[in-house]
């Protein structure tokens, strides 16, 4: 079974960060290949930067994208919807561009294998969606519980479990039917959030998502100048340190337009 990285980036910055997630992981020994999703007219730019396996184009003349309303739905949301469709690896992890490497992931392939499901998100903050998951939980009659709750700033997939093809169905419907099912009770800049649609197949297919606050995976938004590595685990703002784990988080999604602490960072970690 091979596995890769999957990233989607539409423009000059996504496309530098994704770059730069590639640099990180090969720093810390990860040699797992790295495909790309991108626009048709940005793919000779990507090629010339040597880092990807595959580059592929997002055919935006769908049923999906032409619906689109905002510029995030456009670019973000449904491309991560349709996501499913374009992996070219048995399993993959996907990051959005906006994430830093701070040591070898090679214990969260390991992690996410082990729960033997087509998807493993990460669970959110307990209360982050509470009315969206009383939405949720009266449209399909079940309660969402906190290891069903996701975020999607990193997701695993694997192609080779039978349950694959239905979750891809599944997330699509939700973003078809995205109102009636209540996801609309929380918007990101204007429009529909793909976490919602991840959120409400994840429960269909009574999915479990896995604790970054107990297992090192993903932390959030780390100050320039804190000790690196770190095993901080923080909630999503700056300075909201939840606690330490054993080990390093391997990947720090820096999210909330934190540019000087990205920068400052990635230097640091592409110097230790």
Excluded at 214 to 234: A, G
Excluded at 244 to 250: H, I, M, T
Aim: hydrophobic share 40%.
């Amino acid at each position: 079974m091979n596995r890769g990285y999957f990233f989607i980036a539409f423009g000059p910055r996504y496309i530098e960060e994704a770059c730069n997630l590639v640099r990180l992981l090969r720093k810390f020994g990860d040699n797992y290949p790295a495909s790309i999703l991108c626009a048709a007219e940005e793919i000779e730019v990507i090629k010339s930067k040597n880092l990807f396996d595959k580059i592929i184009p997002f055919n935006f003349d769908n049923d999906f994208s032409k619906l689109d309303k905002t510029s995030f739905e456009k670019f973000g949301g449904t491309p991560k919807i349709l996501m499913p469709e374009y992996l070219p690896y048995d399993e993959t992890i996907y990051t959005d561009t906006d994430v830093l490497v701070q040591c070898n992931p090679v214990n969260v392939w390991n992690h996410f294998k082990d729960f033997n499901q087509p998807v493993v998100c990460t669970s959110a903050a307990p209360n982050i969606h509470d009315l969206l998951n009383i939405n949720i939980s009266n449209h399909l009659q079940k309660n969402i519980s906190d290891v069903m709750q996701t975020h999607t700033g990193i997701v695993y997939f694997n192609k080779k479990n039978d349950k694959f093809d239905l979750f891809s169905e599944y997330l699509k419907y939700f973003w078809k039917n995205y109102s009636a099912y209540g996801l609309d009770v929380r918007e990101f800049r204007g429009g529909k959030v793909d976490e919602h649609a991840f959120l409400a197949a994840v429960n269909k297919l009574d999915l479990k998502s896995a604790s970054g606050a107990t297992y090192p995976i993903m932390t959030h938004n780390y100050h320039y100048d804190i000790e690196l590595p770190s095993n901080k685990i923080t909630n999503g703002t700056m300075y909201n340190f939840m606690g330490e784990l054993d080990s390093p988080p391997p990947f720090i999604h820096m999210f909330k337009e934190n540019v000087r602490d990205y920068i400052i960072l990635y230097i640091r970690l592409m110097n230790l």
